[in-house]
Nanobody, 124 residues
């Protein structure tokens, strides 16, 4: 059974940093492209960043570029999202996702597995 478990969310103040983690089990982690998405109440799920199998290639949305950094540790079956200079508009539930495709995608429907999400709330 495949499981993706996110952690590291919480309530922080404007300008703070958070590091989210997502640990996978039940799948060959190093064979999957990994990504982070987020969803705010009343909004569609939004792509943030993806990282290739070998941790060399990364892709970011314009929202995430410059403040967020995605990375992975294949020895720990874990993908990370470092978030800096957080803003109130970053408040959302953050999800990690796994994609068995060769080419990285920004589309929700391309991802095969999802975690349950971790809540990030940025207070002003």
């Amino acid at each position: 059974q495949v499981q993706l478990v996110e952690s590291g969310g919480g309530l922080v103040q404007v300008g703070a940093s958070l590091r989210l983690s997502c640990t996978a089990s039940g799948l060959p982690f190093s064979s999957y492209i990994m990504a982070w998405f987020r969803q705010a109440p009343g909004k569609e799920r939004e792509f943030l960043a993806s990282v290739a199998r070998n941790d060399v290639y990364t892709f970011y949305s314009n929202t995430a570029k410059g403040r967020f950094t995605i990375s992975r540790d294949n020895t720990k079956n874990t993908v990370y999202l470092q978030m800096n200079n957080l803003k109130p508009e970053d408040t959302a539930t953050y999800y990690c996702a796994a994609d068995a495709s060769i080419v990285a995608s920004r589309m929700v429907f391309d991802y095969d597995y999802w975690g349950q999400g971790t809540q990030v709330t940025v207070s002003s």
